[in-house]
């Protein structure tokens, strides 16, 4: 078609342009008519079209010890899965193995192989986990690994963010703070204070782009409001010495489980509470919490009540004798001392300290013709009621009435020691703590305060169950009871060199649900041991309570060791025990004063007790000067110059030089002597100050 | 020649009209896309359509002076256009990059882009060479020297890179067809490579362009649609299949419209032509995708990231799934001015919706009518262009009436393409509705020019 072109071939030429223009016109109108008409219900059903209101999660307050030590707390992670199905197969398969060697060396949990051949194998899965519990910090390099880079439409990435309960101090009283769990059914103080730790989840409106969800600010927002803070009783130390201590006797025992609580004996306040029961791997677990769930028969701790019935109700007195000749027959039934043959004739504070079960004897025959009022005279001690305390989970205690179901001529004697009543360790307890306290029964209690932030939402004080539990003269003899028991009785081995303690073992067969006592053969035992320490001032009481020793089978050995440790421990570092050497009663005259800020002067001078006196009010920086009986505090003049801090301590001279802009060079310690740049010269920024301290 | 007069005389004032209509519509809908609440007037300077209407300003400044400049300037100093074009475009590669390329030439947000510019610039080059008297595009070296013409220009814009504008710049070809390019040269030399066929024999002419163009779109259709799968009549078959329905369906229809208009002593040949034509397509198009099967898992990635299917960093997809779900949105008669939520600036999620996506605001708000009247206007204006093309003696006039013919006509099939998912995900603005300055002065100045040039058509002949 070389030459000049005719006419027609420019005709038809400028008909190609116009039917291009055309049919491209063309194109575009029916492609709209069918994005408008035949998708648009696509366009619309399709989720991501829509914004959608979420509910942004509280952070979760966390649970603290008594002084502040974090129990719990929530961190974010992450459980990563993978659309598989999404991915396409080139992709898949040229980045599978090097996803696999991610996933290996940043998961640990699979070899680079496996993860391979798990990915390949659910190749149809769009929701595979790939692990639960993520951390932060290693999801955001998931989310850099090849595949799972592209984003979850291409790359099949999914992390689902939840919130995690950590507890930084390890298992501590891990029952008692609880868990939370996904269905609700939150356990200990988790559970009991949920509403403060909750928090109040936001509202936002996301809205769908390139790659997620995007919040948009709108005016249905509103942040989340983090939870409360939970301040708890427990003292780490107490509770630290406690779990150990249990935990090293149960495995010496091979023991089924234990539980220790330590109470402050004028308070009520749970300062330790620990619980281990053996797993299946022989291991001791914290999964239950046995000191307030667990009711058991308590056995021979049990037999403080019994006395105290006897001495209130005046049917004895402790020096009244008794034949504890080692066998006890009621109807047909024959209670054994531990030692065979008894006693002898042994007073009724000699068969407490023994434990003897003459006690039983004696409760039979002064209440057997009136068996309500030895159970009302108990219920009037308390022990009937449950405590009440925040955490849930506590069964009220059994103790049954004259002629309730069950009930039997054998149903006093063996009540009276400690059978067919069922307690808590906590709830017996609280009771040996009401003796201590000088017959004011404490309630316990494992929360002191709920705070936002500085605010105090709400505290909890002190409360009184019971203000007198019985006549002074009866709390007396008890006392002296308890304290037998340490000294000649059956917790000789308890005695501790620097204090004294108070307390009374318990040994009690464990009634098996279907089996009763057991054949002789394979009884199980409980020993216990409760008290409170120092006998002459009590400061704290406790319960050791162990659960089928394998060894031993007596509560001084198995549960007195742990109780006496625990007590060594809890004396040796708590200062209240300790007396100041040498009380200050006035300061005789001035220690040397740091110039510095108005504001630490007046508070250090105030907490040592110096009498102060401050020129005027409304200065920052201050010289002192040390009078005889008293430290006068004056301006000192801090102006936009190089400062004069000599005098000072480093921390302010530091804070005064530097926030000029000076380079501080710092020679010795203690108070500035002098400075290499005069004060009042101008501020250079940059210079290098010298500044020597002696 | 009594100039004063003839200028206002023989304006076509039907082609200033159409650019005042376009021109006013993309401002009230920049109004729209770009709204800012905190600034309802028209007139804030601070926002898209206050700074619009500044650079309407300007190019209508800018139009003024060009109607009254001497025309003899044009051609007389085409090349210096066209070197000073090339020039910003160098300069502009030594520029800090704003989202990945090197486009913008000044200071903050009043820069402009000289790819715009280089549109225009090439423009007159290309017309002025090929109206110079010795020229013609069948010899070899013409053909070579129009080609570098373009080619030159074209590479500048790939380093930035730009490859919107790069495409756009292929609309040139169309040009060269119309003034009847012959590329046997290179086809012949191709096919002297293949045994059995002798090349001597082939001549494609100057209709090689339109076949070039019509293979393109068959090999990226194909490969747009090599991965799908469609559905028909129940039977699962892959995606490409449609494109030979299609293939068929066009021959079929052609067919019968030869059977229809043309004399019988014609038509064998033309059913000769169809037949060849809808068969060499159809084996186009298995060929493409037997190749891209064939290809290994990163080629295919590459190809799939240049044609926009594979979901690249930038979300392109979901962009363009956002921009179709405001032009579906939108109904028959639009959710009316200002009532846009898909594409709407405050709550939206378009991106670029004053920009490359502009259509959608458009779409959303006037519907499916008034986005057929606005590409109705366009179709006008490419009609009137093309029509005073062919009114001119001047073979410089005609050359750059086409060319700007097809560049318009490449930047709204394009960017309508792109928004409705015809197209690959290219950013190149709507003339005259897309917010900017560089692309309004340019759209501008390329119609006043033709105007001022078309007033001349009877004084002169070139």
């Known amino acids: 078609m070389a030459g000049k072109e005719s006419n027609k071939e420019i005709f038809l030429k400028v008909y190609v342009y116009y039917i291009f223009f055309v049919l491209f016109m063309i194109g575009i109108v029916v492609k709209v008519f069918a994005i408008q008409y035949d998708s648009i219900g696509d366009f619309l059903k399709d989720d991501d079209l829509e914004e959608k209101i979420v509910e942004t999660p509280a952070i979760r307050g966390d649970v603290l010890a008594d002084r502040g030590e974090i129990l719990a707390t929530s961190v974010p992670i992450y459980e990563i899965r993978m659309d598989v199905k999404t991915v396409k197969d080139e992709l898949l398969n040229e980045k599978l193995d090097s996803l696999g060697i991610m996933l290996q060396n940043l998961l640990k949990t699979k070899t680079a192989r496996e993860w391979v051949s798990l990915i390949r194998r659910e190749r149809e899965n769009q929701f595979l986990l790939i692990q639960r519990r993520v951390p932060h910090d290693i999801k955001g390099e998931l989310e850099k690994s090849p595949i799972f880079r592209k984003g979850p439409n291409k790359g099949g990435f999914i992390a689902i963010k939840q919130i995690k309960r950590k507890r930084p101090n390890g298992v501590l009283a891990a029952r008692t703070v609880g868990l939370t769990r996904d269905n609700g059914m939150n356990v200990g103080i988790e559970g009991a204070f949920n509403m403060y730790l909750s928090g109040t989840p936001g509202k936002e409106l996301r809205k769908k782009v390139s790659g997620g969800w995007k919040p948009i600010p709108n005016e249905f927002h509103q942040d989340p409001i983090p939870g409360y803070d939970v301040w708890t009783t427990i003292d780490l130390t107490i509770q630290d010495v406690a779990e150990t201590e249990l935990q090293r006797q149960l495995e010496e025992q091979d023991a089924k489980l234990g539980c220790v609580i330590v109470m402050e004996v004028e308070t009520g306040q749970i300062k330790a509470i ?64 531990s030692r065979h043959g008894g006693y002898g004739m042994i007073s009724l504070k000699r068969a407490f300290e023994v434990s003897s079960n003459v006690i039983a004897e004696a409760v039979n025959t002064h209440y057997k013709n009136s068996p309500q009022d030895f159970i009302d005279r108990l219920n009037s001690f308390g022990l009937g009621e449950p405590l009440g305390i925040d955490l849930k989970g506590e069964p009220a205690p059994t103790i049954r009435n004259a002629g309730d179901e069950g009930w039997s001529g054998i149903s006093i004697p063996w009540m009276s020691i400690g059978y067919e009543v069922r307690l ?244 010795g310690s203690g108070k500035v002597r002098s400075q290499s740049v005069e004060a009042g010269s101008e501020v250079i920024k940059g210079t290098k100050i010298q500044i020597n301290l002696n | 020649m009594r100039k004063n007069e003839t200028i206002l005389d023989n304006i076509d004032w039907s082609l200033i009209l159409l650019y005042f209509i376009l021109t006013l519509l993309g401002l009230f809908n920049i109004y729209s896309a770009s709204f800012n609440e905190d600034f309802p007037s028209l007139f804030s300077f601070s926002q898209e359509y206050g700074k619009q209407i500044i650079w309407i300003g300007i190019s209508m400044f800018l139009g003024f002076i060009v109607l009254l400049l001497d025309s003899d300037i044009l051609w007389k100093y085409a090349y210096w256009f066209y070197g000073f074009c090339l020039l910003l475009l160098i300069a502009v590669l030594f520029t800090k990059e704003i989202n990945g390329a090197k486009s913008w030439l000044g200071f903050g947000s009043m820069g402009i882009q000289p790819s715009e510019f280089a549109k225009l610039g090439t423009a007159i080059a290309v017309s002025a060479y090929i109206s110079t008297i010795n020229i013609k595009l069948q010899s070899q070296s013409s053909a070579f020297y129009a080609n570098l013409i373009i080619l030159i220009p074209m590479a500048l814009i790939l380093l930035q890179p730009d490859a919107g504008t790069f495409v756009v710049f292929t609309s040139f070809l169309w040009v060269f067809y119309r003034e009847g390019i012959s590329y046997d040269f290179i086809l012949g030399f191709i096919l002297r490579l293949i045994p059995f066929v002798d090349h001597t024999r082939i001549k494609v002419g100057s209709n090689f362009i339109p076949l070039l163009v019509v293979s393109a779109i068959l090999v990226v259709s194909t490969l747009l649609l090599s991965q799908t799968t469609i559905s028909v009549f129940g039977t699962q078959m892959p995606g490409f299949y449609g494109l030979i329905f299609s293939i068929g369906a066009m021959m079929l229809i052609g067919l019968i419209l030869v059977r229809i208009t043309v004399m019988l002593r014609e038509r064998k040949k033309l059913y000769y032509i169809l037949i060849v034509a809808g068969i060499a397509a159809s084996a186009l198009v298995f060929a493409v995708n037997g190749v891209f099967d064939y290809l290994k898992p990163h080629q295919k990635d590459r190809i799939e990231l240049f044609l926009g299917l594979d979901e690249d960093p930038d979300g392109k997809d979901y962009n363009r799934n956002r921009a179709m779900a405001a032009v579906g949105s939108g109904g028959f008669f639009g959710k009316g001015y ?32 008034g986005g057929i009247i606005v590409l109705s206007l366009f179709v006008v204006l490419l009609f009137k262009i093309i029509q005073i093309a062919e009114r001119q003696r001047s073979t410089f006039t005609r050359t750059f009436a086409y060319s700007i013919a097809c560049i318009i006509f490449y930047h709204v099939a394009i960017n309508i393409g792109m928004t409705i998912g015809l197209a690959p995900v290219i950013g190149i603005p709507l003339p005259f509705f897309s917010y900017g300055g560089s692309s309004l002065m340019s759209f501008t100045m390329m119609l006043f020019v033709l105007a001022k040039l078309d007033s001349e058509r009877k004084n002169v002949f070139r």
């Open chain 1, 274 to 337: 620990a619980n281990l029961s053996k797993g299946s791997d022989g291991n001791y677990y914290e999964d239950y919490n046995h000191a307030i769930g667990r009711s058991t028969e308590p056995g021979s701790t049990f037999k403080l009540a019994s006395v105290m019935a006897l001495l209130e109700d005046r049917k004895m007195s402790l020096n009244d004798l008794l034949n504890a000749k080692g066998k006890y027959k009621f109807y047909d039934s024959y209670l054994h001392d």
């Open chain 1, 424 to 667: 808590t360790p906590l709830q017996i307890l609280t009771f040996y703590n009401g003796i201590a306290n000088d017959g004011e029964v404490m309630k316990p209690y494992f929360v002191s305060k709920v705070t936002d932030g500085a605010r105090v939402v709400q505290s909890y004080s002190p409360e009184v169950l019971n203000p007198r539990l019985c006549s002074t003269s009866t709390l007396e003899a008890l006392k002296s009871c308890l304290e037998g028991v340490v000294e000649s009785g059956t917790g000789k081995s308890l005695q501790s060199a620097s204090f004294k303690i108070a307390g009374k073992t318990g040994t009690a067969r464990i009634a098996e649900n279907s089996l009763g006592y057991g054949s002789d053969q394979d009884v199980k035992h409980q020993a216990s041991f409760v008290g409170y320490f120092p006998a002459d001032d009590p400061k704290y009481s406790c319960i050791v309570v162990i659960a089928a020793p394998n060894k031993d089978i007596y509560g001084s050995k198995v549960s007195g060791t742990v109780f006496t440790k625990i007590a060594n421990k809890v004396f040796a570092t708590s200062l209240k025990f300790h007396k100041p050497i040498n009380e200050l009663k006035n300061v005789e005259s001035v220690p040397q004063m740091k110039n510095g800020r108005v504001e630490d002067i007046k508070l250090v001078m105030n907490m040592a007790g110096i009498a102060n006196t401050v020129a005027s009010a409304d200065f920052e920086w201050g010289v002192t000067n040390e009078q005889s009986k008293k430290v006068l505090v004056e301006k000192r003049y801090i102006g936009p110059t190089v400062p004069n801090v000599v005098g000072m301590g480093l921390k302010d001279a530091l804070f005064l030089l530097e926030n000029r802009g000076l380079v501080v060079v710092v020679n």
């Open chain 2, 338 to 369: 200002h009532e846009a939520t898909l594409a709407s600036p405050s709550q939206g999620h378009v991106p670029m919706q004053s920009t490359d996506f502009i259509f959608c605001t458009l779409a959303e708000e006037w519907g499916f009518v």
